[in-house]
């Protein structure tokens, strides 16, 4: 079993629909959680971090946290063709280590 | 600018010539870290730092070696490189204090390939 699960996509949505990306986990003692964007070929670029139960936004953007059932997730209102890239969800499990999931491929179709 | 920086943006070379890829951060982190991408296997650690003088394995450090001699620099070194460590390469930095110490910033990646 991997340690963080994503669906690789690609997932596919209208512009201005709600994008929703799923991530589970394996390690019950990770305490914060990452959404990373990243354009191919280019560096991953933070978009949101979580640390509590429950949700937190961030203009467009909603990250979703559920300790209990090891589950995080991104929620992309309004989706724009910009959006469209690759979305890796990256848990911190002890001191600064971070353990990437493989990537959900995005696309936004206008 | 808060950045992190990496030399050469890309390489190509041939099995067994030493090379080594440059990392430096100007955010003064304690921590650093190298990462390799390869597809539908998403980012690997291949090695961190917590400070100067202080690094340890991550999950694929076979191949690699890394020093830590100064806070700004991290350098990744191939001694003898080989097809199977063609890919693209992240150097990442995070504070390892304070309210959002776990947040890592990347470099801009290097594309290395081996002939």
């Known amino acids: 079993q991997k340690e963080v699960e994503q669906n690789s996509g690609p997932l596919s949505v209208p512009e201005g629909a709600i994008a929703s990306l799923n991530c589970t986990y394996s390690?019950?003692?990770?305490?914060?959680f990452f959404w990373y964007r990243q354009y191919s070929g280019k560096s991953p670029e933070l978009i949101m971090f979580?640390?509590?139960?429950g949700d937190k936004e961030d203009g467009r953007f909603t990250a979703q946290l559920n300790k209990a059932s090891q589950y995080v997730s991104l929620l992309i209102r309004d989706s724009q063709p910009s959006d469209s890239a690759t979305y890796l969800c990256?848990?911190?499990?002890?001191?600064?280590?971070?353990?990437f999931g493989a990537g959900t491929i995005l696309r936004v179709k206008s | 600018e808060a950045q992190v920086t990496q030399n050469p943006r890309y390489l190509i070379t041939v099995t067994g010539k030493k090379l080594t890829v440059t990392c430096s951060q100007n955010?003064?982190?304690?921590?650093m870290s190298w990462y390799r991408q390869d597809p539908g296997l998403g980012l690997r650690q291949i090695y961190y730092?917590?400070?100067?003088?202080?690094?340890d394995k991550g999950d694929v450090p076979e191949g690699y070696k890394v020093s830590r001699k100064e806070k700004r620099n991290f350098p990744l070194i191939l001694e003898s490189p080989s097809p199977n460590q063609t890919s693209l390469y992240f150097c990442?930095?995070?504070?390892?204090?304070?309210?959002?110490?776990?947040?890592?910033?990347f470099g801009p990646g290097t594309r290395l390939t081996v002939l």
């Open positions: 730092s917590m400070n100067v003088e202080v690094t």
């Open positions: 990442a930095s995070s504070s390892t204090s304070g309210r959002r110490a776990d947040t890592q910033y």
């Open positions: 390690d019950r003692g990770s305490q914060s």
């Open positions: 979580i640390y509590s139960n």
């Open positions: 990256a848990v911190n499990q002890y001191g600064n280590k971070l353990v």
């Open positions: 955010m003064n982190h304690e921590y």
